[in-house]
């Protein structure tokens, strides 16, 4: 048998399918999530139902998100999920989440093993719902995790790093090696924790231009940004906000980007 094929499921490329297994770490997420009866969960990418199962176990009901059909036909069929899930098959990367919200009546608390290839997009996208989300806990790649939570100064430090801070408080979990999935991907995983801020720590005007700055800074992070950002400022506007025109897009914290963001015209 391929070791692409898991419980006679052919785990498809294109949707970036790696199945989880390791019944440790399954544990562990779900002790993490901590599900309560009354809440609104959300999983995204349930796949094979590793952790759609004991999550089930602690609930009333759960939404899940699952663009394959197969995986969908497969989790309605299961005598454990059919009478407490809805399938929404669709691509969560164009979802409108206000719709659970509303549905609910309350924050939705969102959970998912993330195909790595879209994890980034899908994390922006599911911020412009951050008001109607409680928390959001993510298997990811390593790597993201790493600059999810990097700080100035460091490589690893890059616009995703700025939006996720902005947005939420970030705490990485567990870290998951390649053997907790068939097929094993090619990297390490970590599962991380994003809580919504409720009173944002700094506030910005017009998130359409704090994504547009960080987009055009971290797009040539090697330059300064007298540079990089020299069809947005002068470098006299820079010095009139303290921010020293000869830094690079790293070198700049969360505040200092907001800051910006709000002094452009």
Request: aromatic letters at 8%.
């Amino acid at each position: 048998m391929s070791n692409r094929v898991h419980q006679g499921h052919f785990a498809r490329k294109r949707f970036g399918q790696n199945f989880l297994h390791d019944e440790f770490i399954i544990e562990s997420i779900v002790a993490a999530i901590q599900p309560k009866a009354e809440q609104a969960l959300v999983e995204i990418g349930p796949g094979l139902a590793a952790l759609t199962i004991p999550v089930s176990k602690c609930v009333e009901h759960l939404s899940v998100i699952e663009i394959d059909r197969d995986l969908a036909s497969r989790l309605l069929e299961n005598p454990l999920l059919n009478h407490k899930i809805t399938v929404i098959e669709q691509d969560a990367l164009t979802y409108d989440f206000n719709q659970l919200y509303t549905q609910h009546g309350k924050s939705l608390r969102v959970f998912g093993n993330l195909p790595y290839n879209i994890s980034t997009p899908l994390m922006f996208h599911l911020f412009k719902f951050a008001d109607k989300i409680a928390d959001m806990h993510f298997m990811l790649q390593k790597e993201v995790v790493t600059r999810l939570v990097a700080a100035p100064n460091s490589k690893d430090y890059g616009r995703l790093s700025v939006m996720a801070q902005y947005y939420c408080q970030i705490i990485p979990v567990l870290e998951v090696p390649p053997t907790s999935f068939k097929p094993a991907p090619k990297v390490d995983s970590a599962v991380v924790k994003l809580i919504p801020y409720k009173n944002k720590p700094y506030i910005v005007n017009d998130i359409k231009i704090l994504s547009r700055l960080t987009t055009e800074a971290f797009n040539q992070r090697r330059k300064t940004i007298r540079n990089s950002l020299s069809n947005m400022f002068t470098i006299e506007q820079l010095t009139e906000l303290n921010i020293d025109p000869n830094l690079r897009a790293e070198n700049l914290t969360v505040e200092q980007y907001c800051l910006l963001a709000n002094a452009w015209k």
